[in-house]
């Protein structure tokens, strides 16, 4: 096969399987060296250079010349070295193209292995350059089967189908196939067979981005999300900050009656939002992060060990506490300081941290 058939072959390969010349051709690159490289004892020698623009593949290995062999896959004496570049010297790196002849037997013999793994390659990498600018992001998501046995939901994001574990949801979600849903990019992690891809509908960044998207001052830098912290369907604190002293960050992530903050609150079907005014000062961030709580006081123990004790009053204890640990839980995740919270007139004290 000539150089403009191979590129012609590429163009409609690239065409057929929707998939980029560019990374097509990066991948036919990597998966022809590996492949001509096992004929080199798999030594680092081996190097294809592809021009589109020029239609030109070059395939070359590269050695050394040494006054002695220690290698015979790396190394060239200076005799030989001269055959390939009258002027090589002692010390130099030479390259040797290898014939385009020999290039075509090995293609040729292995050239389904090559093309099926510069198939996979280019599509990984599609993928991994797809979802690299979605991740943490909110995408919408089409559930194509129910695992019967672990409810693990299997869902399809364009053209990538994953898996959203039952963890990963919602305590409320019931789902079914054919649904459409919003799930998070939670990352992207390299497995054995390609890219894999880890959604949630449980992850704080979700309660983040969905904030975002209906509080227009979070989306132009007036109001900043310093921290979250989730109990996913249950509840979730948020500490919010404005450099602005004329916004009210809690205001502007409430909205008119409510209406921002509702419709976050409806897509989590129901899940409690604390809004917590952030501060540099990490006691008066403590006192604002056990909200809905009165605080009397937060001493700051340890510096070092970001630790704090808290007193509330007699009353209040278990508001600060709240249901089985919960908001003094959350508040510790929040603000990523242990609290231990003491009631106003006895001696009890309780510990949490993140």
């Known amino acids: ?19 980029s010349e560019e ?24 190097f294809c250079e592809i021009d589109a623009d020029k239609k030109d593949l070059r395939v070359f290995v590269r050695k050394n010349v040494v006054t002695e062999i220690v290698d015979p896959d790396e190394d060239l004496t200076v005799e030989q070295a001269q055959r390939f570049k009258k002027n090589a010297m002692a010390g130099d790196i030479i390259e040797i193209d290898l014939e385009t002849k020999e290039v075509s037997r090995i293609a040729a013999e292995k050239g389904k292995h090559i093309l099926r793994q510069a198939i996979r390659e280019a599509e990984h990498g599609q993928i991994r350059e797809e979802f690299q600018s979605k991740t943490q992001e909110i995408v919408t998501a089409k559930i194509s089967k129910i695992d019967p046995v672990s409810l693990d939901a299997i869902v399809e994001i364009g053209k990538v189908t994953e898996r959203l574990p039952r963890s990963e949801q919602l305590p409320n979600d019931s789902f079914a196939e054919g649904d459409i849903i919003k799930v998070y990019i939670a990352e992207i992690r390299e497995a054995t067979k390609g890219p894999k891809i880890l959604i949630s509908r449980t992850h704080p960044g ?17 109001v900043e999300i310093k921290s979250v912290s989730r109990e996913a369907g249950s509840r979730s604190k948020i500490a919010v900050y404005s450099a602005d002293e004329n916004v009210d960050p809690i205001g502007a992530c409430i909205g008119q009656r409510g209406a921002r903050i509702g419709k976050v609150i409806d897509f989590l079907g129901g899940e409690k939002l604390d809004l917590i005014r952030y501060s540099d000062d990490p006691a008066e961030y403590v006192a ?24 509330v009053p007699n009353d209040q204890l278990s508001l600060a506490i709240g249901n089985k640990g919960q908001n003094a839980r959350l508040a510790a995740k929040l603000t990523g300081w242990k609290i231990d919270i003491n009631p106003e007139t006895e001696e009890e004290v309780i510990n949490f941290d993140e």
Not at 30 to 40: E, G, N
Not at 206 to 222: A, K, N
Request: aromatic fraction near 4%; proline fraction near 2%.
């Open 1 to 19: 096969m000539g150089n403009n058939e191979f590129f012609e072959a590429v163009r409609l390969l690239g065409k057929e399987k929707k998939i």
């Open 23 to 46: 990374l097509l051709l990066e991948s036919i690159q990597k998966a022809l060296v590996a492949s001509i490289k096992r004929d080199f004892n798999n030594k680092d020698i081996v």
């Open 206 to 222: 979700l309660v983040r981005r969905l904030l975002e998207s209906e509080v227009p001052e979070i989306f132009d830098g007036t």
């Open 288 to 311: 604002q992060a056990l909200a809905p709580s009165d605080v009397i006081s937060v001493t700051i123990i340890s510096e070092e060990e970001r630790s704090c004790r808290v007193v």
